[in-house]
């Protein structure tokens, strides 16, 4: 991959309303090479990574969107050490505004570039538990003011009914002395993978484009867990895309980069 060195990475900020107090998260807007963006501005990104990770596990994602000429924003959730020492004051407060960040998010990136919504294009989601964020956000904020609106979700997926969920069993539960280390106390695994067990099972958005990728290397999502989420979406009344490459684990998401790229591309984000 070769960037343009007249690529704009600017360090911002994207406020969280969960808190008492107002409280920011560090993120990055990318800003394509203005002869890219003198061609008009097709579309723009609002990004997020999963539990206990941190914005850089999807650095590719935006940089090779940027490649492209299509300028987003890449955020960080609040409570998640490796992007910043940002606390939680409750759990109640992150489930009910973490998604909202995706609004913050693009707010952030329209005071950093001026282009018009209804001639844009836009592209959301993440990786794991910010896939689920990218879902929830479409089915509870209002985006219609854009001229398409495609959703992003990498490393996620539904388990079957009566099945011990991955974040049940001792291979995942060995990781959790060091995970828990790494969020905020208030959204402590034992807390948070219940939380999203259990909001994988009740979306209901509909009407929404959204793509679907996961590595059938991807132990957490399981097998199939990605069809049974497609065809719950399906059944709701949105429009889905599946890939599964063999090679995508969920532990590497940035591997994910060159699927998104040509997948978008396909579908004329590009132009």
């Known amino acids: 991959m070769s960037l343009p060195?007249?690529?704009?990475?600017?360090?911002?900020q994207v406020p969280y309303l969960g808190n008492r107090e107002r409280t920011t998260t560090n993120a990055f807007c990318f800003i394509p090479e203005e002869k890219k963006l003198e061609r008009g501005i097709p579309s723009v990104f609002s990004f997020t990574h999963g539990f206990t990770s941190h914005k850089a596990s999807i650095l590719n994602w935006a940089l090779r969107l940027a490649e492209e000429g299509v300028p987003g924003v890449l955020f960080d959730l609040p409570g998640h050490y490796l992007g910043g020492f940002t606390e939680v004051d409750s759990f109640e407060g992150f489930t009910e505004n973490a998604h909202r960040m995706f609004s913050s998010a693009l707010a952030v990136l329209k005071e950093n570039l001026s282009y018009e919504e209804s001639n844009t294009k836009l592209i959301l989601g993440g990786?794991?538990?910010?896939?689920?964020?990218?879902?929830?956000?479409?089915?509870?904020?209002?985006?219609?003011?854009?001229?398409?609106?495609?959703?992003?979700?990498?490393?996620?997926?539904?388990?079957?009914?009566?099945?011990?969920?991955?974040f049940n069993t001792p291979f995942y539960k060995s990781t959790l002395a060091i995970r828990a280390q790494l969020v905020s106390a208030a959204i402590h695994p034992d807390k948070t993978f219940p939380w999203i067990k259990e909001q994988k099972e009740a979306l209901s958005l509909s009407d929404q484009n959204i793509y679907l990728l996961t590595g059938e290397d991807d132990v957490v999502v399981g097998k199939n867990g990605t069809e049974r989420l497609r065809d719950q979406l399906m059944e709701l009344g949105n429009n889905v895309s599946l890939e599964k490459p063999a090679k995508l684990a969920h532990h590497l998401p940035e591997n994910a980069a060159p699927h998104i790229k040509k997948w978008l591309k396909d579908q004329g984000f590009f132009s």
Do not use: C, N
Not at 5 to 12: A, N
């Open 127 to 166: 990786h794991s538990l910010g896939a689920l964020l990218g879902l929830k956000t479409l089915q509870e904020e209002d985006y219609s003011v854009y001229q398409k609106v495609q959703s992003i979700a990498v490393g996620f997926g539904l388990p079957p009914q009566g099945v011990t969920h991955i």
């Open 5 to 12: 060195s007249s690529l704009r990475v600017k360090k911002v």
